[in-house]
């Protein structure tokens, strides 16, 4: 089946530091790739998606480009602030009546002031 | 405007015993979802509604867990004899017309002793 790989479990950073949390996926089809941020105690919230090769997704100064080649999509920003440490997850879905998502195992980035 | 609304938001049982979660979500989402989240894990997905019709339940436990939408607005999730497995946060989400962008409440933890 389809899934999703995060390479870093835990990133631990400076605030101004540059982010980068590694993504890759495995599908069957063409899925839309999703990232969502998890601050504790609450749901999961949408950053944003991209649904198609070289497409590029970004929201809060984050982003991240579909690339079909690599079946990456990794997450970037380039400067990083204390209020950013959450758990972001990578997700893939395709539609149908609704999305049904994959998620990754998520990434706790803890950003120091 | 309200956000997707989960009760109760804590539960704790001994096993066998059974447990009900209720979703309100957003007004006017017509598709809702039901996700599994074990500690330190992605969310799972369950079950998603159409209105009040399943569009997939392919990875609910059928056995033991049901979920229903009878009046395609809020929805219950029910466990029957829960075992030390299904210890996990449950999450519900709804979207727009099936949209890519899913909303999330903040679940309901349970502890199954």
Same mark, same amino acid.
């Given at each position: 089946?389809?899934?999703?790989?995060?390479?870093?479990?835990?990133?631990?950073?400076?605030?101004?530091?540059?982010?980068?949390?590694?993504?890759?996926?495995?599908?069957?089809?063409?899925?839309?790739?999703?990232?969502?941020?998890?601050?504790?105690?609450?749901?999961?919230?949408?950053?944003?998606?991209?649904?198609?090769?070289?497409?590029?997704?970004?929201?809060?100064?984050?982003?991240?480009?579909?690339?079909?080649?690599?079946?990456?999509?990794?997450?970037?920003?380039?400067?990083?602030?204390?209020?950013?440490?959450?758990?972001?997850?990578?997700?893939?879905?395709?539609?149908?009546?609704?999305?049904?998502?994959?998620?990754?195992?998520?990434?706790?980035?803890?950003?120091?002031? | 405007?309200?956000?997707?609304? /989960?009760? @109760?938001?804590?539960? $704790?049982?001994?096993?066998?015993? *059974? #447990?009900?979660?209720?979703?309100?979500?957003? =007004?006017?989402?017509?598709?809702?979802?039901?996700?599994?989240?074990?500690?330190? /894990?992605? @969310?799972?997905?369950? $079950?998603?509604?159409?209105?009040? *019709? #399943?569009?997939?339940?392919?990875?609910?436990? =059928?056995?033991?867990?049901?979920?229903?939408?009878?009046?395609?607005?809020?929805?219950?999730?029910?466990?029957?004899?829960?075992?030390?497995?299904?210890? *996990?946060?449950?999450?519900?989400?709804?979207?727009?017309?099936?949209?890519?962008?899913?909303?999330?409440?903040?679940?309901?933890?349970?502890?199954?002793?």
């Amino acid at each position: 089946g389809d899934s999703v790989t995060q390479t870093e479990g835990q990133v631990a950073l400076s605030e101004e530091d540059f982010l980068t949390i590694h993504c890759n996926y495995s599908a069957s089809g063409y899925p839309a790739l999703f990232w969502y941020v998890q601050y504790p105690g609450e749901g999961p919230q949408f950053l944003f998606r991209a649904s198609r090769d070289k497409e590029k997704g970004s929201s809060r100064g984050f982003e991240a480009t579909y690339d079909k080649g690599t079946t990456s999509f990794h997450l970037r920003k380039a400067s990083v602030q204390e209020s950013d440490s959450a758990v972001y997850y990578c997700a893939l879905g395709y539609g149908n009546m609704g999305y049904k998502l994959t998620f990754g195992t998520g990434t706790s980035l803890l950003v120091d002031p | 405007e309200a956000g997707v609304t /989960q009760s @109760p938001r804590y539960a $704790v049982l001994q096993e066998g015993q *059974a #447990v009900s979660f209720w979703c309100d979500p957003i =007004s006017g989402h017509d598709t809702l979802y039901w996700y599994q989240q074990p500690r330190d /894990q992605g @969310p799972q997905l369950l $079950v998603y509604f159409r209105d009040e *019709a #399943v569009i997939d339940n392919s990875q609910l436990p =059928s056995d033991r867990f049901s979920a229903v939408r009878p009046k395609g607005t809020n929805s219950t999730l029910k466990i029957q004899s829960a075992k030390q497995g299904d210890t *996990a946060t449950y999450l519900c989400a709804s979207s727009f017309l099936g949209g890519a962008e899913q909303f999330f409440g903040p679940g309901t933890r349970l502890t199954v002793l």
